[in-house]
């Protein structure tokens, strides 16, 4: 059985940091893709970061340049380093991971994927509260 268990979260100053981990247990991690959605109250689900099996990395938008997302097998741990932190990043923040699959040779989850509401990740955690407030 997949399960995610994020932790991390917390309040933080507009400019601060704060990383979240998010572990994971019951499966393969190495052969798994990982990455972290947010939800804002009253606000749909937003991509947040990926990281592939190959370490592939995606971000979205608001969090380019601001963000990175890192995985460490050994510890069967995905990490996601928010630095520069705005008062829009408060939100419940999610990790997801999905046993990496291919179709015709191309990966099922990539850069145009993961991020789609049509894809359908394996598992979810049960979320971690982040502030950004003075």
């Known amino acids: 059985q997949v399960q995610l268990v994020e932790s991390g979260g917390g309040l933080a100053q507009p400019g601060g940091a704060l990383r979240l981990s998010c572990a994971g247990s019951g499966f393969t991690f190495g052969y798994y893709a990982l990455a972290w959605f947010r939800q804002a109250p009253g606000k749909e689900r937003e991509g947040v970061a990926c990281?592939?099996?190959?370490?592939?990395?995606y971000y979205g938008d608001a969090v380019k340049g601001r963000f990175t997302i890192s995985r460490d097998n050994a510890r069967n741990t995905v990490y996601l380093q928010m630095n520069g932190l705005k008062p829009e990043d408060t939100a419940v923040y999610y990790c997801?991971?999905?046993?990496?699959?291919?179709?015709?040779?191309?990966?099922?989850?990539?850069?145009?994927?993961?991020?789609?509401?049509?894809?359908?990740?394996?598992?979810w955690g049960q979320g971690a509260q982040v502030t950004i407030s003075p």
């Open positions: 990281i592939t099996n190959n370490y592939e990395t």
């Open positions: 997801a991971a999905d046993r990496v699959k291919y179709s015709f040779g191309q990966a099922t989850l990539n850069e145009a994927t993961w991020n789609s509401i049509d894809y359908e990740y394996e598992a």
